[in-house]
């Protein structure tokens, strides 16, 4: 059974970065996932905003597209959301999430793509 596990949330002032992780533990080949981030700010729905594919490709919202970037650690099954120049409405839930094998740039950023789910990590952004 995959297990994802996120960290790294906290709050900042807008214009600041965080950096956050999700483990992944169960996987026989985290490499061979897809993996992405989604997020759910409070009254709104969770929405993706980052996907990386077991074949490398990645994807982003255009909400963050510029100032997010995804990447991976298999070595040490890491999945990393870097984000910088953060606004208030950045503020929300962040969850990873995972599906063995590759898939459409498009669907990195469907919920009903991913099978496997991490609790998720809160982030604030203060302005």
């Known amino acids: 059974q995959v297990s994802l596990v996120e960290s790294g949330g906290d709050s900042v002032q807008a214009g600041g970065s965080l950096r956050l992780a999700c483990g992944i533990s169960?996987?026989?080949?985290?490499?061979?996932?897809?993996m992405g981030w989604f997020r759910q700010a409070p009254g709104h729905e969770r929405e993706g905003i980052a996907g990386?594919?077991?074949?490398?490709?990645?994807n982003f919202a255009d909400s963050v597209k510029g100032r997010f970037t995804i990447s991976r650690d298999i070595a040490e099954n890491k999945l990393y959301l870097q984000m910088s120049s953060l606004k208030p409405e950045d503020t929300a839930i962040y969850y990873c999430?995972?599906?063995?094998?590759?898939?459409?740039?498009?669907?990195?950023?469907?919920?009903?793509?991913?099978?496997?789910w991490g609790q998720g990590t809160q982030v604030t952004v203060s302005s």
């Open positions: 999430a995972a599906v063995l094998g590759p898939g459409p740039l498009a669907w990195l950023l469907r919920q009903t793509t991913y099978r496997y």
């Open positions: 169960g996987a026989e080949y985290s490499g061979s996932y897809s």
């Open positions: 990386i594919g077991s074949d490398g490709r990645v």
